[in-house]
């Protein structure tokens, strides 16, 4: 049986609550609803019980002594473990601000004191069920996940078999050159390709070695501009270097450099013939910013976080542009995260795409919000 096939597990609900009445009442209610229930009577004692077991939901006071019902919910959105549990609100308190505030700080529902018990019942059977469906849904992610990494790993062998072969091929003067260099090509995106896909994987779960040390960004940008200027003058375009002088991040100089050859692919592939790509370094309200500029078709604000998902590419008429497999800016976020550092992307004027990579200043060592 499948885990979503399993048939629902009694839930556990904690109920938090100054009051022993309120608490006697809420758990003897549940209790008839065929839920198990525990108790706690503030929010400290609430906070080392939902570290100690893991609980399905929370009923949750707002007023009590100690930490109160506001604290609980900051608590709990630190945590990762904690931070989908629903939390429903059941307070004396109705006024909008308290309500606002929260469901702000991520509460899942609100009920005035007294509540109708049929209104809790069915606020309570709906958040259990996001939450089972949320789970399930966690679920077929890691086993896709799992499998894709598996496939991906497994397809290095026979594609390093097919190059090989395609080596000995040229060197014994066998088969056409033209196919043959079609397979090269074909061989070696599918191998970049790979390569990507378990870069990702290891981001993501932080086995990719990060080194982060102090990053010379003007030496940094005239490497990549010697580096890539060739490549923009075979395809017309104008590869522009401005830096601050003086500005050192703190970045893995490897994975920073993959993250600008990603930037600088896709604004080389969406450019304008004859237009001018820039990337420009500064510093920016304690941080360092370095920004890659193109003058090629833009991309639509609402797509300005979409992108950064795996395998997303955007729909355009105006770029006609549709190779890669939507990889790269996923690895870009990835790797950005893992520096402590961030990335967004934002519409140039008056049109084209700005990538804005924000690094740690070697100069100011604040984190990065
Ligand atoms: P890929 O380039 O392999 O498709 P990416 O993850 O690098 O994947 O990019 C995702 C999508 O974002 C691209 O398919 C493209 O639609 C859009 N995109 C990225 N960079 C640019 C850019 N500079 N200008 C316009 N669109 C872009």
């Known amino acids: 049986m499948t885990p979503l096939q399993a048939p629902p597990a009694t839930a556990l609900i904690l109920v938090v609550d100054d009051s022993k009445l309120n608490r006697d009442l809420l758990c003897e209610y549940l209790d008839a609803l065929g839920y198990a229930s525990e108790s706690c009577q503030n929010g400290t004692a609430a906070v080392a019980r939902l570290e100690e077991r893991s609980f399905d939901a929370v009923l949750l006071d707002i007023d009590m002594p100690e930490l109160d019902g506001y604290g609980v919910l900051e608590y709990m959105k630190t945590r990762d473990a904690l931070q989908f549990i629903p939390v429903i609100m059941i307070s004396g308190r109705d006024d909008v601000p308290s309500i606002a505030r929260c469901l702000e700080l991520g509460a899942t529902d609100f009920l005035s004191k007294p509540f109708n018990p049929k209104i809790l019942e069915a606020r309570l059977s709906g958040s259990l069920e996001k939450k089972r469906l949320r789970e399930a849904e966690q679920e077929l992610i890691r086993m896709r996940d799992a499998l894709t990494h598996m496939i991906v790993h497994d397809l290095g062998n026979p594609l390093s078999v097919i190059q090989m072969n395609l080596q000995m091929m040229r060197m014994l003067g066998e088969g056409d050159t033209e196919r043959l260099g079609h397979l090269d090509r074909a061989a070696s995106a599918m191998g970049t390709m790979i390569e990507s896909m378990l870069d990702l994987s290891k981001l993501e779960s932080g086995t990719m070695p990060v ?16 580096e890539y200027a060739p490549f923009a003058s075979d395809r017309d375009l104008v590869l522009g270097v401005e830096v601050e002088s003086g500005l050192v991040a703190i970045a893995d100089v490897l994975l920073l450099g993959r993250v600008l050859a990603n930037l600088l692919t896709n604004a080389f592939k ?18 360092v910013r370095l920004i890659v500029e193109d003058d090629g ?4 604000d609402e797509l300005h976080e979409r992108i950064f998902d795996r395998y997303y590419q955007v729909e355009s008429a105006e770029s006609g542009v549709r190779a890669g497999v939507g990889l790269g800016l996923a690895f870009c976020r990835l790797a950005m995260n893992a520096m402590d550092g961030a990335i967004r992307a934002e519409s140039a004027a008056p049109h084209g795409t700005c990538f804005v990579v924000t690094l740690i200043d070697a100069n100011n060592r604040r984190r990065i919000s």
């Open 270 to 287: 969406y450019a304008r013939p004859a237009t001018r790509i820039l990337i420009s370094a500064r510093r920016d309200n304690g941080d």
């Open 211 to 226: 080194r982060l040390a102090e990053v010379d960004m003007t030496a940094l940008l005239e490497q990549v501009e010697a």
């Open 297 to 300: 078709p833009g991309i639509p």
